[in-house]
């Protein structure tokens, strides 16, 4: 993922390398064609020039220390100094009949790729002047044999192709590039913003429904309680005890759950130990499905500790809500330390029929209706809330085999948050971590995963 400030100084930088290579080329070729090509030139005038470039050039460094982002008209004047003391060291030696010359070009082409047309239109027209006056006026090159004249210039040519195409290839090529990153990071943050008005949105929609549906649940749950009281007196209600008992059960849970919906809407989470919290959040699962048949497999990490359970518990309660709505003879719950430090794994699997390929891009993007009869919106919160503290959801098919050996096919859906950090924080891996050194969860690894142990059924 790319940052929006990734491009921020990444031009800046780019001119004063840029610059600095220019610096020494300059060096470089006056020292050659002084000392081996017997051309002689203004050295003062020359080295006071480049002293002048090297003083700019520290002043720029300055400016890429700051955290500040760069503005187009400071670009700008970059390369308009740079134009300026190319112009001046060509006006020493030779001006238009220089075969560096033609090293305007890769300037106006840097130009070109970092600033708007406006800019870089004005720097065309600066260039342009500059080419135009030096056509008039120049210093004369000096040199001891001006009958080899035209070797140096065919071979000042073959120089500057050179640099030119190094620097239109190197430097245009990744300034252009920090500019597509920037709009790609632009692009997903654009994507993150409208998922996060889309899940506030059903945030508030889902609190208007359970503030509707209040007064009837505790209507439900006093006629219940009064019909319980009547099965134990009543005779024609006696053998309904149980499934009134069952009724009475499944509207505590409701009403828990509203309970718990005021109170996430008042704090800010809840830190929590993960072989503390999983028991009782799997008894409560049980308690709303108690047809599907479940297995809890593997060991909670003792010393691995939830930021936020109550939002991971919201997250995998939609999980095996979707397993036990595919896949009512099969649903398991799994929980370990992968190999990277400070993060948890919760693996649901199931043994449906999969998810449909038309699906695939869709799912954790926006509502999707399945199958199954659901709208998908309790799978897109559930990602935009893994998203929100810090971790993924991974959805994959399972293989035949890839579930301890018994042949079924199904959904694996694995969620990974990271841990609380501080004392007493599981950052490294157990004995009941399960190795995933690539660190993906909706590849081909799920075949071959290691299994949980210690497993605990409930049929």
């Not at 002293?51 to 008209?73: H, I, K």
């Not at 740079?82 to 001006?95: E, I, N």
């Not at 500019?179 to 889309?198: F, I, N, P, S, V």
């Not at 330390?337 to 794994?345: D, G, K, Q, V």
Request: charged fraction near 15%; glycine fraction near 8%; include cysteine.
């Amino acid at each position: 993922m790319y940052r929006i400030t990734l491009s921020a100084r990444v031009n800046l930088g780019h001119l004063f390398w840029l610059r600095s290579l220019a610096i020494v080329g300059q060096l470089c070729t006056i020292a050659c064609v002084e000392f081996l090509f017997g051309v002689h030139l203004p050295l003062p005038a020359m080295l006071i020039v480049i002293a002048l470039e090297v003083l700019f050039n520290g002043v720029t460094w300055l400016r890429v220390a700051q955290d500040r982002p760069e503005s187009n008209l400071e670009l700008f004047g970059q390369l308009w100094v740079d134009l300026g003391a190319l112009s001046a060291l060509l006006f020493l030696s030779g001006g238009t009949t220089n075969p560096f010359v033609s090293l305007y070009l890769p300037s106006l082409a840097i130009a070109a790729a970092v600033l708007p047309w406006y800019l870089t239109a004005w720097l065309a027209a600066f260039a342009v002047a500059c080419y135009v006056l030096l056509g008039f006026d120049s210093v004369p090159l000096n040199l001891d044999n001006p009958a080899n004249l035209f070797n140096y210039y065919r071979t000042g040519l073959w120089v500057n192709f050179m640099v030119s195409v190094g620097l239109i290839t190197w430097f245009v090529a990744r300034m252009s590039r920090a500019l597509r990153q920037r709009d790609t990071a632009l692009g997903e943050a654009q994507q993150r913003l409208l998922r996060d008005e889309r899940a506030v949105a059903l945030g508030v929609q889902a609190a208007t429904v359970a503030h509707e549906i209040g007064t009837p649940l505790s209507t439900i749950a006093m006629l219940t309680e009064e019909l319980l009281d009547s099965a134990r007196t009543d005779a024609g209600l006696t053998p309904y005890t149980a499934d009134f008992e069952l009724l009475e059960r499944q509207m505590s849970l409701c009403t828990s759950a509203l309970a718990r919906l005021r109170s996430r809407a008042s704090s800010s989470g809840s830190r929590q130990s993960v072989g503390e919290w999983l028991g009782p959040f799997v008894e409560q699962w049980r308690l709303r499905h108690p047809h599907v048949k479940f297995e809890l497999v593997g060991e909670a990490p003792a010393n691995a500790h939830l930021a936020d359970a109550v939002a991971v518990g919201q997250i995998l309660t939609i999980l095996l809500d979707n397993a036990a709505r595919a896949s009512r003879d099969f649903v398991t719950l799994g929980a370990r330390l992968p190999e990277r430090p400070n993060f948890i794994e919760f693996e649901v699997r199931d043994a449906g029929p999969g998810i449909p390929a038309s699906l695939r891009s869709a799912i954790g993007a926006s509502p999707v209706d399945s199958t199954q009869g659901g709208h998908g919106v309790g799978l897109y919160l559930a990602f935009s809330s893994a998203a929100r503290l810090g971790g993924a959801i991974e959805l994959a098919d399972v293989e035949p085999g890839a579930d301890g050996g018994r042949g079924r096919r199904g959904t694996r859906a694995v969620l990974r948050v990271p841990l609380e950090q501080g004392p007493g924080t599981g950052g490294e891996p157990d004995g009941t971590a399960a190795a995933d050194s690539d660190h993906h969860f909706g590849t081909d690894r799920a075949a071959s995963a290691p299994p949980f142990t210690n497993t605990e059924k409930q049929a």
